[in-house]
């Protein structure tokens, strides 16, 4: 059984692909998006990365 999973992180210390390896998970794909629209007090704009993994 093939099983997928998306994270959703800001990987600042590029941690997420030692995660996987850790996981014994294979990232697929990464998808990078822009964060714009904030609801805190800090309207500073972050990127973030969809991690899509299979294992």
Partial sequence: MTVHIFVVA???YDLYHD???RSNLTIVQEFKRPVLNRT???R???GETI???KR
């Fill in 44 to 46: 500073n704009a972050y």
């Fill in 51 to 53: 991690f899509y993994m």
């Fill in 40 to 42: 805190s007090r800090d």
């Fill in 10 to 12: 800001n990987d600042t």
């Fill in 19 to 21: 995660i996987a390896e």
